[in-house]
C-alpha cells in the first residue's frame, strides 16, 4: 500500500456535524414480528456518541432485524427507536443524510461499474466526499472500471462499505463487514472502523464472528432467538468473566476440586474451567491439589476468556433459565 | 434498463414488427382512417405502455429483489425523487421510440400533415407519468417474479381494451363501457386525436390526468424499498 493511500485512510471520514447526545443510538421495549414468527422480542440498549458497538450473536438471532429497523428499511411492531435524536421512519430522509449503511450482500446492479456506483453515492449525499478518495481508502482504485459482479466477496464488502462512507456519516450500521474478507481486506476494514470512531462516528457493528467483535468493539450487545442476554462494555464483560482453564487426561472428581477451590468448575472433554479470577496463591493452590492427587496438569492458562466462550456460557445459562 | 435484449424486444422490436404487419396486411378496422394512420398513434400508447409499465416496472421488480433498492433506501434519495426520476429516465427512452416509429411510420406512407404536436407530446408526458405510476406501485409491493407476470398480464388486458391496435366500437357493449375508462384508452384517443389533427378529446384527456395523479401518489405513497 503507498504513502498516499494510507494517508487517505486518515480522511476525515465522519461529517463534523455532531450528535449532542450522549447516545447517538437507543432502542426501547423493540419488538419485531415476522408472519408467524416473534425475530425480535422486547430489546432495549443504547450506543454511545464516538463508540463501536458490536451487536453479536447467531445467524437468526435478529442482530440484522434490528439494524433494519435502526436504519428504517424495516418498521417494528411495537417498540421506539431514536437514531441522534431522530425516529428512522418520521425522520427517515433527515436521518438518511446523517447515516451511512453496508448492507450484509448485494444491493449493487451486477453490470455496474464499480467508479460508477461510487459516483452515483456520493452525488445522492451532495458530494461530502469525493468519489475517488473513497476508492482509495478502501484501496478498489485498480477496480474502478471493473463490474460488481467481477468483483470477489472481499472487494464486495469493501465496495459496501464504502458506499456507506459516501454519507460523510455521523453514525454507520455495518452488518457483517468482514464476512468473506481476506486477511489483507480485514486489516484495512478493522483500521477504517478504528479511524471512523477516532473521529467520532458512533459505529454499530452486527457481526457473528466473535473474535471481530473482540477486535474492534468498545461496547457489545449480544443477542439469541432475539433476546438480549448481554448489554455491557467489552472491558466489564472479559473482566467479569475470568476463568482459569487447563487440561488433564486423568479423572477429576469436579464436586472436590469445586470445593477446595470456592468456585464453579466445569468440564467440557480434557479441558476444565474454573469461572473466577485468579491470583498467584489460587493458581498455587490449584497446582498444589493436582500435585497432592497425583494428576496430569496441562495448558494451564489464567485471565480474560474469549468474548466466544462467554458468549457460550451466556447463551447456555438462558437456555437453562427457558427450562 | 435498455441494456438488457429482452427489453429492447419490449421497448424497439414489438412496435415496429406491430406496425410493420398490421400496416400490410390489412385485416384492422380502422375507423375511416387509412391503416397506418390508424396504427401510429395506436403503437405509439404501445411504447409508452411498454417503457413506462412493463419494462420499468420489471426493471424496478429485479432491482428490489436484487436489493438495489434496499440499499438506496438508506439514502437520502426518498421514493418521491426516485419514481420522479424513473419517470425522467423512461422519457430519454421514449425520444428514441417516438422517433424509430415516426421514421418507420413516413416510410410506411404516414403522412404528419395535420398532425398536432404539441398534443402527441402532452399525451405522451400524461402517458408516461401515468403508466409509470402504475408499474412502479406493482414493483414497489410484490415479489419480482409476480410483479414480472402481473405486468405482462396488466399490458396485455390494458392493450386489447384500450383501442391500441383494435378500436374499443368493435368490443361488446360490455367491455366497451369499462374499456372507456381505462386509461390505455385515454392515451390511445388522445394520440389519435393529436396525430390526425382531430379535435381534442376533453374526456381523454380528464381521465389520463386523473390516472397520472392516482398511480404516482400510490407509487410514492405504497413503495416498499425491500421485500
Known sequence: ?323 | MARNGEQLLLLVGIPVLLLVFFSQVDILPTQGLSSIAFLVPGVLALAVMSSAMVSLGIATGFERSYGVLRRLGTTPLGTRRLVLAKIAATCFIEIGQLFLITMVGLALGWRPDDSNWLLIVVAIALGTICFAGIGLTLAGRLRAEVNLAAQNGLYLVLLLLGGVILPNDELPRIAESFAQWLPSTALSQLLRAGVNGQDLAMKSLVILGVWSITACTSAVNFFKWSE
Open chain 1, 1 to 323: 500500500m503507498s504513502k498516499s493511500q494510507c494517508e487517505l485512510r486518515t480522511l476525515k471520514l465522519m461529517n463534523m456535524r455532531n450528535s449532542t447526545s450522549e447516545n447517538a443510538l437507543s432502542v426501547r421495549n423493540l419488538v419485531v414480528d415476522y408472519s408467524d414468527l416473534r425475530a425480535v422480542g422486547n430489546i432495549s440498549f443504547d450506543a454511545k456518541a464516538g463508540s463501536v458497538t458490536a451487536v453479536i450473536g447467531p445467524n437468526g438471532a435478529g442482530k440484522t432485524t434490528t439494524m433494519e429497523v435502526c436504519s428504517g428499511v424495516r418498521t417494528a411492531t411495537s417498540g421506539t427507536v431514536s437514531i441522534l435524536g431522530l425516529d428512522p421512519q418520521r425522520d427517515r430522509l433527515e436521518m438518511n443524510s446523517r447515516i451511512g449503511v453496508m448492507l450484509q450482500d448485494g444491493g449493487v446492479y451486477p453490470s455496474a461499474r464499480v467508479g460508477e456506483v461510487l459516483e452515483h453515492y456520493c452525488n445522492l449525499f451532495g458530494n461530502r466526499q469525493r468519489a475517488s478518495d473513497l476508492i482509495l481508502a478502501v484501496d478498489l482504485g485498480s477496480k474502478r472500471k471493473a463490474t460488481w459482479r467481477k468483483l470477489s466477496g472481499g472487494e464486495k464488502q469493501r465496495l459496501s462499505l464504502a458506499l456507506a462512507l459516501a454519507a460523510k456519516p455521523e453514525l454507520i450500521f455495518l452488518d457483517e463487514p468482514t464476512s468473506g474478507v481476506d486477511i489483507v481486506g480485514r486489516d484495512l476494514i478493522r483500521e477504517l472502523v478504528r479511524n471512523l470512531a477516532n473521529s467520532g462516528c458512533t459505529v454499530i457493528l452486527a457481526t457473528h464472528e466473535l473474535d471481530e467483535a473482540q477486535r474492534m468493539a468498545d461496547h457489545v450487545v449480544m443477542f439469541n432467538h432475539g433476546r438480549l442476554i448481554a448489554d455491557s462494555s467489552l472491558q466489564d464483560l472479559l473482566g467479569t468473566n475470568q476463568t482459569v482453564t487447563l487440561r488433564t487426561t486423568n479423572e477429576i472428581d469436579l464436586t472436590a476440586l469445586a470445593q477446595h477451590m470456592n468456585c464453579h468448575v466445569e468440564q467440557n472433554g480434557t479441558e476444565i474451567r474454573l469461572l473466577r479470577s485468579s491470583d498467584a496463591s489460587f493458581i498455587a493452590r490449584l497446582s498444589t491439589w493436582f500435585a497432592e492427587n497425583k494428576f496430569v496438569l496441562n495448558d494451564l492458562n489464567s485471565g480474560a476468556p474469549r468474548l466466544e466462550d462467554i458468549y457460550r456460557e451466556l447463551n447456555s445459562a438462558s437456555e437453562r433459565v427457558d427450562n
